[in-house]
């Protein structure tokens, strides 16, 4: 079993910023890709961004590009997500997710492991 917990989610106006933290324990942790999702309000839960096991490539949603950013400390079991010009249209709640594989995924069907979720409320 792998156990994720997510912290850092907040209110914040429009054009600031957040940094999310997502802690992971149950298996080795520095093998996977991690990735993050949110889920706004009687929507679907959408790819934000995600990382291979090394940090050595990011993938991102065009909708987040260039604000947000992935990253990873192994020797912590955490991964992050910094955000930047937040937009009210970022609101949702923002989980994070464990691979299957080494290998960075938009899928939501390439993570097996989730955690609850925080949530992140933009004001405009």
């Known amino acids: 079993q792998v156990q994720l917990v997510e912290s850092g989610g907040g209110l914040v106006q429009a054009g600031g910023s957040l940094r999310l933290s997502c802690s992971a324990s149950?298996?080795?942790?520095?093998?996977?890709?991690m990735g993050w999702f949110r889920q706004a309000p009687g929507k679907e839960r959408l790819f934000v961004a995600a990382?291979?096991?090394?940090?050595?490539?990011?993938l991102y949603a065009d909708s987040v590009k260039g604000r947000f950013t992935c990253s990873r400390d192994n020797a912590k079991n955490m991964v992050y997500l910094e955000m930047n010009s937040l937009k009210a249209e970022d609101t949702a709640v923002y989980y994070c997710?464990?691979?299957?594989?080494?290998?960075?995924?938009?899928?939501?069907?390439?993570?097996?492991?989730w955690g609850q979720g925080t949530q992140v409320t933009v004001s405009s």
């Open positions: 990382i291979k096991w090394n940090g050595g490539s990011t």
């Open positions: 997710a464990a691979g299957r594989t080494e290998i960075p995924y938009a899928s939501q069907y390439e993570y097996n492991y």
């Open positions: 149950g298996r080795t942790f520095s093998s996977y890709a």
